[in-house]
C-alpha cells in the first residue's frame, strides 16, 4: 500500500525497514544517480500508446486500457520512447532545515479522464494501481479501486495525481461483488526517484531506490482543510 515515505539525511548509518542497517548517501548524489536511471529507462522502453490511439478513434473496442511497458529491441526497435513522451515536473525537497534539492518527477496522461475535476494534493482519490521497480518488479498492485489520502501518500504519488481527471462509470457485479469499470477515466504513470518515493526502502524496495506507478483514476473525494484536521 502506497504511504507516506520519510527522508533522512543526517549520520553514518540507520535502520531499514527490515531492521538491517544501511549506510547514508549524499542526497546530491542519490538524485543524480537516480535521475540517470529513470531517463535510461525512460530512453529504452516504450508503452502500448498505438492500442491507445486506436481505441480512442474506435466506436467499440476490446481493448483493456491497461498500460503496458516494453523494451525497445528487435520488432519493437521503431517504437516511440517514453523518455519521448513524458512530462517533467520539478519538485524541491527539503535535505535540511534550510536547503531544498531539485528532483525530477516524470509522468504520463495514457488517458485523461472525462469528468472536469482534477485531484488537489489534499483530496482523496479512487485508484486501481501498480507499482514497479525499473527492473520491472512489481512490489506492489490493487485491481480493485481503493481510496487514498493523498495528504498521506508518497510525495511523488500525490504530486502527479493533479495531472489527471477521473471519469468513466463504475458497477459492482451483483453475482460476484466485484467492480466493473468502464468509460473514460484518468489512465497515466509516475516515475520518481527515491526522495519522492521510499528514501530508506520499505519492504521489497531497496533504499536509495526510484520507482513508478501506473494509475487509474476512478474517482475524487474533495477534502476540506477542516476535514484534514
Known sequence: ?????????????????????????????VAAENDADIREYLSTHFYNYEEFEAAAGADNTDFDFRIVIDTIAGENSNKTSLMEQVEVKTVAVEISTDETLDHNLYYLVARQGDASIAPKTTDSTLVRYKGFLLTDYVFDNSNTPVWFNLSNNIRGFSEFMPALKYGGEININEDTGLYEVS???GIGMVFMPAALGYYSGSGSIPAYTPIAFTVDLLRVKVIKEEEED
Open 183 to 185: 468509460g473514460d477515466y
Open 1 to 29: 500500500m502506497v504511504t507516506i515515505g520519510a527522508l533522512v539525511f543526517l549520520g553514518s548509518c540507520k535502520k531499514d525497514d527490515n531492521g538491517g542497517t544501511i549506510e547514508v548517501r549524499d542526497p546530491v548524489e
